[in-house]
Nanobody
Framework: QVQLVESGGGLVQPGGSLRLSCAAS????????IGWFRQAPGKEREGVSC??????????YYADSVKGRFTISRDNAKNTVYLQMNSHKPEDPAVYYC?????????????????WGQGTQVTVSS
């Protein structure tokens, strides 16, 4: 059974850091792209970052809103993808999801990402 499970969400101070994890089971992570997405209340889902498979040179992609602050990485041995989030801004709080696809081509929209985790909440303290 294919499953993605996010963890690591919680409360973070402005300017602080948090690392999210996306653990995959039921498939070999190395063959798939993994994207991170977020959705805040009343806002559309946003593609935050994507890590492509080794077939696509393990490239990484970032939305302009997080470029330079967030880093995506993967540990294929652990079948896990991480999202290191630094320098948190007020616009970062959201539910963060990971999802799998064949490539990162559509990570901006989330289209063609077929398996999704349940999400993990990230909240910035005032």
């Amino acid at each position: 059974q294919v499953q993605l499970v996010e963890s690591g969400g919680g409360l973070v101070q402005p300017g602080g850091s948090l690392r999210l994890s996306c653990a995959a089971s039921g498939f070999t992570l190395d063959y798939y792209a993994i994207g991170w997405f977020r959705q805040a209340p009343g806002k559309e889902r946003e593609g935050v970052s994507c890590s492509s498979s080794s077939d696509f040179n393990s490239n990484t992609y970032y939305a302009d809103s997080v470029k330079g602050r967030f880093t995506i990485s993967r540990d294929n041995a652990k079948n896990t993808v991480y999202l290191q989030m630094n320098s948190h801004k007020p616009e970062d709080p959201a539910v963060y999801y990971c999802a799998s696809s064949g490539s990162c081509t559509y990570y901006g929209s989330g289209n063609h990402f077929h398996y999704w985790g349940q999400g993990t909440q990230v909240t910035v303290s005032s």
